[in-house]
């Protein structure tokens, strides 16, 4: 079985953890610091805070922001549950909006019909890797956080993605564009990301302020620093898969391909639009040895019960996610191509 998604892992990422334990010094300390002194650059920003989990930025961020209760957080329903989470644990409501159906991110329109009085911030998630536009997010005057879980090293307008908003989170999950195992990041202008660093360690401070214990350990660091010098390889690996699928697979009817984004796709997923039905085009696909998914488990607003997001629900029907990542041989990629023109034929 081809796998969907594998970690990118080398012998310099095992020496580079050992050597930490080796010392003795396992949670957070000289290698977090060191981390967060790399990443930052990468996003663009003057500071980054590493946190034990993407989820655990989003939430971070946006009280760093000042969510809480009687405030409202847009956050698009064509995305993962961590976004619902974060706002609710932050005491303020999710104003779900619409997805764009071009870059299957926000719907910029649709986000602006739902802003109020009491938006207290914006979530938009470079999707798959897409750094998406943010011109017409901005333009609300809502402060806005991006999501850059899929999207480290993409670049728009000449910009990296996470440069742009008041803040920017990052995951460094598993199968992730570089890995921590878990892990995440909050980063953006020192005095948010110094807000981030107060309320991810509770421990010996003077007064009770709401605190959390969500750091990153330094074998979890020492792991993303050796990741973070392979980035631009992994990131090219990357391209090279998602060229060989659009060549593979131009020709084949009922799948839509994207279009080559240049730097602004780094394809943390490849995902198509399939004119079939998906559970049995996962099916077959699994059938001829390949794992595929849905990009989106589902929308958040189904799990609400909700309608009215018909963007939104038309991705989910969709859209397919195929294998792409940089152990991806390339005689795997081919086979995952003419898996897919098989079972879109059957």
């Known amino acids: ?4 998604s594998r ?7 095992v020496g580079r953890v050992a ?11 000289e290698e977090v610091a060191a981390f967060e002194g790399e990443l930052a650059p990468r996003l663009g920003v003057p500071a980054a805070a590493a946190v034990s989990s993407g989820s655990a930025a989003l939430e971070l961020a946006l009280r760093a922001l000042g ?7 847009i956050v698009p329903t064509y995305a993962c549950d961590a976004l619902h989470h974060a706002v609710t644990r932050c005491g303020a409501t999710p104003v779900l909006a ?5 870059t299957l991110g926000l719907s910029p329109k649709d986000a602006a019909r739902r802003r109020t009085r009491r938006t207290r ?19 609300l005057g809502v402060p806005l956080v991006e999501d850059c879980a899929q999207a480290i090293g993409a670049v728009a307008d000449g910009r990296p993605a996470g440069s742009r908003g008041a803040l920017s989170v990052c995951s460094f999950y598993a199968t992730k564009l570089l890995t921590t195992g878990e892990g995440g990041a909050v980063a953006g202008p020192a005095d948010h990301v110094a807000r981030v660093r107060d309320a991810r360690d509770y421990d010996e401070r003077a007064d009770l302020a709401p605190r959390f214990n ?20 992994f990131l090219a690996r990357r391209r090279e898969i998602a060229a060989r699928y659009r060549g593979a697979l131009a020709g084949v009817a009922r799948c839509r391909v994207p279009a080559d984004a240049g730097a602004r796709h780094v394809y943390h997923r490849f995902v198509v639009r399939v004119e079939r039905p998906l559970e049995r085009v996962i099916e077959e696909l699994a059938r001829r040895g390949v794992s595929a998914r849905r990009p989106v488990f589902r929308p958040i607003h189904r799990a609400l019960g909700l309608d009215g997001y018909r963007d939104a629900e038309r991705l989910w029907e969709t859209c397919l996610s195929l294998p792409c990542y940089p152990l991806l041989t390339d005689a795997e990629a081919d086979a995952v191509a003419a898996a897919l023109a098989a079972a879109l034929a059957a």
């Open 19 to 29: 050597r930490v334990v080796r010392s003795g010094h396992l949670a957070q300390g």
């Open 121 to 139: 911030a914006i979530v938009a998630v470079h999707p798959f890797g897409l750094a998406v536009g943010l011109d017409e997010l901005l333009a």
């Open 67 to 73: 969510a809480g209760a009687g405030d409202e957080v």
């Open 1 to 4: 079985m081809i796998a969907h």
């Open 7 to 13: 970690p990118t892992l080398s012998e310099e990422d």
């Open 214 to 233: 969500y750091k990153l350990t330094d074998m979890q660091a020492a792991l993303g620093r050796g990741q973070l010098t392979r980035l631009d390889a």
């Open 98 to 102: 619409d997805a764009d159906p071009e």
